[in-house]
């Protein structure tokens, strides 16, 4: 009897202590309950994420380069754009490059690299990609045609520049879905070890902290060919090295820096 009471004083003493230390490996508080909350992505770049080089410099005389004919490679939309802002300025217009004095020319191409989605690399040219956004946004009911001109990019020009050079001409179009026109795939977006779940490149050996960003880099030629001052090139090298992919914004900073290069007398 007495050895009976003893094994259950035994086994209500285990069952108490294995109580006390289930109590003590509970989380106390509210803060150890409460989700983590994840840092939201950017969407968009900030001047600092974005490097210009530029080399040349364009001067553009009425008097001496007027009527000038102006086109920006592949895009009729950038064409219309920059034709009005010469317009604007006091240039003549013509219709052909024969029957001009001086012709203006924009040509240039967007290059995604890197990331997810852009591993095997994507190009094309700004002329092609900026139409077929234009073309995205209209089909998707985003914008009209009307206001196609009328949207606002957010992305802002100097004053000074502004004032001694030519008005953007990309500013208020519709391009923000560039990516989206360029065949972006979504589904992996923001993992780093992707091979698990689909991801073509396989395992990260190395530098995992850079595996999603995008080497997105925009290379854009402007060519003055005047009769009377020959010919003058400015060449424009922007890019960026982000995991936010946003090639819109870094062709609107290398416009912005080609325009800050065409002065107009």
Same mark, same amino acid.
């Given at each position: 009897?007495?050895? #009976? ?5 035994? %086994? ?26 994840? %840092? ?48 604007? !300025? =006091? ?55 009307? @206001? ?15 004032? %001694? ?6 500013? =208020? ?20 070890? #992707? ?32 009769? %009377? ?18 090639? @819109?914004?870094?062709?609107?900073? =290398? ?7 065409? !002065?107009?007398?």
């Amino acid at each position: 009897m007495k050895m #009976t009471s003893i094994l259950f004083l035994i %086994a209500a003493l285990l069952q108490t202590s294995a109580f006390a230390q289930a109590q003590q490996l509970e989380p106390a508080g509210p803060a150890a309950s409460e989700p983590a909350v994840a %840092a939201a992505k950017k969407t968009t770049l900030e001047p600092a994420d974005v490097t210009t080089k530029a080399n040349g410099q364009i001067e553009l005389v009425v008097s001496r380069d007027s009527p000038i004919f102006a086109d920006f490679q592949g895009s009729p939309a950038l064409t219309q754009r920059l034709r009005e802002a010469l317009q604007a !300025r =006091g240039f003549e217009l013509a219709t052909d490059a024969a029957s001009a004095k001086s012709a203006l020319l924009f040509r240039g191409d967007i290059v995604l690299m890197g990331g997810p989605t852009f591993h095997k690399g994507v190009k094309a040219t700004i002329g092609a990609a900026t139409e077929k956004a234009l073309k995205l946004a209209r089909e998707n009911g985003q914008v009209t045609t009307a @206001d196609v001109v009328q949207t606002t990019t957010g992305v802002a020009l100097g004053v000074a520049a502004f004032n %001694a050079s030519l008005n953007n001409f990309t500013r =208020g179009l519709a391009i923000s879905d560039i990516v989206n026109a360029l065949g972006e795939a979504t589904g992996v977006t923001g993992r780093l070890n #992707t091979a698990f779940v689909g991801d073509p490149r396989g395992i990260c050996l190395s530098r995992c902290e850079d595996w999603n960003k995008v080497n997105q880099t925009v290379y854009l030629w402007v060519t003055l060919n005047s009769k %009377a001052a020959g010919k003058k090139e400015v060449r424009i090298l922007s890019k960026a090295f982000s995991e936010t992919v946003a090639p @819109d914004q870094v062709i609107i900073f =290398g416009v912005d820096k080609a325009i800050e290069l065409i !002065r107009i007398d």
